[in-house]
């Protein structure tokens, strides 16, 4: 039973994303973390999984700033949003009694699923080319209200003339790009055919989003020496027709993208302004302007709800210290870095894993990426 609820959380994390169980109007429980906390609780009734004392007491702490955060927040804020968040890490109390390495485990649940996520943003892309249904690019809509999820992530993209792919089953490419590098990961660690690295990054470049394409550089960087000599030859030269391709296409494809991080008026709303520049603003107007503000924040949920003139994504790196400042951004860190330290797991993870989580989209309270990481801290262990 527990492989089950195992299975069905990473299936439903990938095939489900766009599934949901209404909360409220604009908010939706996600699927995978329902059966995320299906899996723990039976994990822990089995004995596969206990809680951690050091572990509960920095999140006790963590909830302890976050009320405070939200006590004396001077903005407005969201009672919803510091639920959410304790919701959330939860599941990073608890550790596993075993001390074997989950990689296999992971490696064998995910690969399989990523495949079939390839095959089906691959064909969904160039089948815009020859049939236009609105569903395929968003089928939410003809979910029954109470099942869709709410998540405002945007789901069609066109650059162009074309869309970008998004996987079909995923909400928004960016999320698509992401597990496709994670694909590429596997197929340049484990063993894997031939075709699966070839697959994996046809379906990032359809994806037209750098945040993959960040993960996939750093994975060559940090693997240069831990995969085998003819998966690092297939890799690069991969790699080198990419970004030749890149290079070759006008104003179509990643690289032409770089001008999105230039100032000025007119590019502040640009994908890339939004992620990496625009929250250093906000932080430099709204976080340091008191001691108290300083230390515990504006308060749980104002990041999005002070009005300015500009787009802004909420990378939890902006996030975190703006509206649970400085003490509850610092005990958050310490407990992930608590509740995830061990020597049998893969370095290379851990660095994608924390680089994907603090850095590359708005992923301090986003439900799928949360769940690979309880996944394979958590739950992978060689019993199931």
């Not at 959330?88 to 992971?106: E, G, N, S």
């Not at 939890?316 to 020597?343: D, Q």
Request: hydrophobic content about 55%.
């Amino acid at each position: 039973m527990l492989r089950l609820l195992i299975f069905l959380t990473a299936f439903s994390q990938i095939f489900l994303n766009r599934f949901g169980i209404q909360i409220t109007n604009d908010f939706s429980l996600s699927v995978s973390y329902i059966f995320l906390y299906l899996s723990i609780t039976l994990a822990v009734c089995q004995g596969y999984l206990i809680t951690d004392l050091a572990n509960l007491l920095l999140f006790s702490a963590l909830a302890a700033s976050a009320v405070i955060s939200y006590s004396f927040g001077i903005q407005e804020k969201s009672l919803s949003s510091l639920m959410l968040l304790l919701f959330l890490y939860l599941p990073f109390v608890f550790r596993p009694i075993t001390t074997k390495a989950p990689d296999l485990v992971f490696y064998r649940l995910y690969y399989p699923l990523l495949v079939v996520l390839a095959l089906s943003g691959v064909i969904q892309f160039f089948a815009q080319f020859f049939v236009k249904p609105e569903w395929l690019f968003d089928f939410r809509q003809y979910l029954p209200p109470f099942f869709q999820n709410k998540n405002p992530m945007n789901t069609v993209i066109p650059i162009g003339s074309f869309l970008k792919g998004n996987g079909f089953f995923l909400l928004e490419p960016s999320i698509f790009s992401q597990w496709m590098a994670y694909g590429v990961c596997f197929s340049g660690v484990y063993p894997s055919s031939v075709f699966a690295m070839p697959l994996f990054l046809t379906g990032l470049a359809v994806a037209f989003s750098g945040t993959g394409v960040v993960l996939v550089l750093l994975f060559c960087i940090f693997s240069f020496f831990d995969i085998r000599r003819e998966k690092r030859l297939l890799l690069f030269v991969l790699l080198f027709c990419f970004l030749v391709f890149s290079f070759l296409t006008k104003d179509t494809l990643l690289l032409s993208r770089l001008d999105e991080f230039k100032g000025g008026t007119g590019v502040r709303t640009t994908s890339a302004a939004a992620r990496f520049i625009n929250p250093t603003l906000v932080l430099q107007e709204g976080w340091a302007t008191s001691c108290l503000i300083f230390f515990f924040g504006n308060g749980p949920g104002t990041i999005a709800r002070v009005n300015r003139d500009f787009e802004v994504h909420d990378p939890v790196w902006a996030k975190l210290f703006f509206e649970y400042g400085l003490i509850g951004g610092i005990i958050l860190l310490l407990f992930l870095h608590r509740s995830t330290s061990g020597p049998n797991f893969n370095r290379i993870f851990r660095i994608l894993f924390f680089i994907q989580w603090f850095s590359l989209g708005g992923h301090l309270l986003t439900f799928d990426v949360l769940v690979l990481y309880v996944m394979y801290y958590k739950l992978c262990f060689p019993a199931t």
